[in-house]
């Protein structure tokens, strides 16, 4: 079995047939002290430099994922969608990155991440240039499975990318920062996309989305070592089959952080899709996208901030995940309860609801991925990320249906339940005398 680092979770319970992780630190035998020494980094421009563009090819890649959400009150009014309707564009985005993200994070595993984010770019823009162009819904929905499938290439090459670039060192700030791209991105989607697309329209739009994706994914590819994280001894063709005692094995280990990020994907995709329907028309909708925006600086905040606590607490991720639950339980509430706050208020109730609802992310995929062996962490993180755009295909259209039949404060009461939840089973997982990657185990003893 491979060594387990001190900052990462001893749930570990059986081993899998992968390459061990490489040391960093030649010279001591030990890790660096902090994350971000330069001696012994894989890559050339350093840890700084690296993780500054997987910083922004994640946040271009969240701009590109989150446009489609961001749009959809242009949507509706070029192909007069319902709110279901609206549900169903945000849903084929993330079928199609939850299919992409299955192979994604294994191709990661098999062939590195550098070949992996190469073709996944050039895939993405592609489709987005053909978006704009599409005048019916039912070709424009379709078109949205093959753009989340290859946009999907982007966070799972990336995590895999500073997960083995890290090695060795403590990797709960590294990859809060590196996903701190997403709110990031989404932030500058909430901004920046509504003037664009009343400025320039949503075929010039999408096309210049397209562009922007080239160049982000261009750079990191060109800065990934083309060997880094490709295992010395591969693994057979049948050790990736789902039946194959590697795939149940990987599944067992982080069945706590699947189950919890299928719950908690309702918050980040509800969020995104209907903050702008709901205060749209209280406030307008520049307002609304302020209001938005302030929940994606929550969310990055939430993820490099608790990154960083978790390293200094033991590498806990569960305890850290239900404790900062409890706050997008209550901007949950305060939503459902709807009071007469103005911009101001709603900005500041959306920033604790970012943190709380969203900035749980990165914990989550670093939580799977140190439960199992470092060549399988892949595969364990896309396994996760899997898991959310389910959830992401399955929650917005419930939360439209029941914001249309009763109203948003019901849609958000409903949201406020879904994470009271969450935080309830991710305390039982963060439980030091029970196996955290064992739910099963874990509920039984319970």
């Not at 001696?39 to 969240?62: D, Q, T, Y």
């Not at 749009?71 to 969608?81: E, I, N």
Request: glycine residues 14%; proline residues 7%.
């Amino acid at each position: 079995m491979a060594a387990v680092h001190p900052t990462q979770s001893t749930s570990r319970r059986e081993a899998l047939p992968v390459a061990e992780e490489p040391a960093v630190a030649p010279e001591a035998g030990r890790p660096p002290r902090t994350a971000f020494a330069r001696e012994g980094f894989p890559v050339r421009i350093g840890p700084v430099g690296f993780l500054a563009i997987a910083l922004v090819s994640e946040s271009v890649g969240a701009f590109g994922l989150f446009a489609v959400a961001v749009l959809d009150v242009y949507l509706a009014g070029r192909f007069h969608l319902s709110l279901t309707g609206m549900g169903i564009t945000v849903a084929a985005t993330s079928l199609g990155v939850a299919f992409g993200l299955a192979s994604a994070g294994p191709l990661s595993d098999r062939w590195g991440p550098r070949r992996v984010l190469a073709a996944g770019t050039v895939a993405a823009a592609g489709c987005a240039a053909l978006l704009g162009a599409l005048g019916t819904f039912h070709l424009f929905v379709a078109l949205l499975v093959p753009y989340g499938a290859a946009l999907a290439s982007i966070p799972a090459s990336g995590m895999k990318a500073v997960f083995a670039a890290f090695a060795g060192r403590p990797r709960g700030l590294p990859m809060g920062i590196r996903q701190g791209g997403t709110p990031v991105g989404a932030a500058l989607a909430a901004l920046v996309l509504p003037v664009a697309a009343s400025a320039m329209g949503l075929a010039t739009l999408f096309r210049l989305v397209a562009l922007v994706l080239l160049a982000a994914g261009g750079a990191f590819v060109w800065v990934i070592p083309a060997g880094l994280a490709i295992p010395a001894v591969r693994l057979e063709a049948g050790g990736s089959h789902p039946e194959s005692p590697a795939q149940r094995g990987l599944l067992r280990a982080i069945a706590w952080p699947l189950a919890i990020a299928f719950l908690l994907s309702a918050g980040q995709y509800d969020i995104a899709a209907f903050t702008l329907p709901d205060l749209g028309t209280r406030m307008g909708l520049t307002a609304a996208g302020a209001v938005l925006a302030a929940a994606q600086v929550g969310c990055g905040v939430g993820r490099v901030g608790f990154g960083l606590w978790s390293d200094r607490t033991g590498g806990n991720r569960p305890r850290v995940i239900w404790r900062v639950t409890l706050l997008g339980v209550v901007a949950a509430v305060v939503a459902a309860a709807g009071p007469p706050l103005g911009a101001t208020g709603w900005a500041a109730v959306w920033f604790v609801f970012g943190l709380g609802a969203m900035g749980w992310n990165s914990l989550g995929t670093l939580w799977a991925a140190e439960a199992v062996d470092p060549g399988r962490a892949g595969a364990a993180m896309s396994a996760v990320a899997t898991v959310v755009m389910a959830g992401a295909t399955l929650h917005p259209p419930l939360f439209g249906a029941v914001a249309g039949a009763g109203g948003f404060r019901d849609a958000w009461a409903m949201l406020a339940l879904d994470l009271a939840i969450a935080c309830t089973l991710c305390s039982l997982a963060a439980r030091p005398a029970r196996p955290r990657g064992s739910l099963r185990t874990a509920l039984a003893r319970d």
